[in-house]
Nanobody
Framework: QVQFLESGGGSAQPGGSLTLSCARSGFIYSRYCLAWFRQTPTKERERVAFVTDAGVTDYVSSVKGRFIISQEYGKNTLLLRMNDLRPEDTAMYYC???????????????????WGQGTQVTVSS
């Protein structure tokens, strides 16, 4: 059974940092897309960043230069390092994934079919 479990959320002041973790189990695909999404009660779900099995990354423009997505391969863990946090980063953050074929891309949000339960991030002074 595939299971994703997020952790690392919490509260931070503007300009602060947090690192989110997503521990994966049962995820055995050799070609895949791993991503972080976020959602608030008043906004649609937004893909924040993705990373492929080949190490290709992509970020939504609002977090470029502030957030870093990466993997800890030996620990099957997906990370999101969030720096220079802003109040508008406040959201529930989810890790998600889907397998891909050799030429598959990771920018189709509808393809993400494995999800964690989410971890809350709150940025306020």
């Amino acid at each position: 059974q595939v299971q994703f479990l997020e952790s690392g959320g919490g509260s931070a002041q503007p300009g602060g940092s947090l690192t989110l973790s997503c521990a994966r189990s049962g995820f055995i695909y050799s070609r895949y897309c791993l991503a972080w999404f976020r959602q608030t009660p008043t906004k649609e779900r937004e893909r924040v960043a993705f990373v492929t099995d080949a190490g290709v990354t992509d970020y939504v423009s609002s977090v470029k230069g502030r957030f870093i997505i990466s993997q800890e391969y030996g620990k099957n863990t997906l990370l999101l390092r969030m720096n220079d946090l802003r109040p508008e980063d406040t959201a529930m953050y989810y890790c998600a994934a889907h397998s891909r074929d050799r030429f598959g891309t990771c920018d189709d949000d509808q393809k993400y079919n494995i999800w964690g339960q989410g971890t809350q991030v709150t940025v306020s002074s």
